[in-house]
């Protein structure tokens, strides 16, 4: 009597692609949202989330994001209704309908500055204020 024996041949290590870090962040963000998830405080579900730099490399399973990972993860996220970015120190998602609540800007009130700056005449040193990141935090 021959017994057969399946021989598994061991996988070679690889990197997620554009689209499996998508999948994986969706993934990490259904487990967020799961109503079963009584570990979390609030367990309602999130329209944006903080991913630390550290969180996304260990879900992803790199040492370090690349631009061109994280342009191509943001286009499959945008086919999942979230968007990802960089906000200074740390990553963040946002779900992209929630966004659609948000006060809209419109550059109509800018009318003047905007016929200065294609004339040249726009005097950007006026405001450099703006770049500081004190004024912004007096609004909030």
Known sequence: MCESFIVMKK???????????????????????????SSEKDSSP?????????????????????????????????RGGWSLFFAGTTYAAVRSSAVLGWARLSS?????????????????DRHLHLLEDDNWSRGD
Do not use: H, Y
Request: proline share 3%; aromatic share 6%; net charge positive.
């Open 108 to 124: 109509k009130r800018m009318t003047e500055d905007i016929k200065q700056v294609r004339n040249g005449s726009f005097d950007f």
């Open 46 to 78: 999130v329209s944006r989330v903080r991913l630390s730099e550290l969180t996304l490399t260990r879900l992803w399973a790199r040492d370090r994001i690349s631009r061109e990972l994280l342009e191509g993860v943001q286009e499959w996220l945008s």
């Open 11 to 37: 996988s070679r290590p690889r990197l997620p692609d554009d689209q499996e870090c998508a999948i994986l962040l969706l993934r990490l963000l259904e487990l967020r949202n799961a109503k079963e998830d």
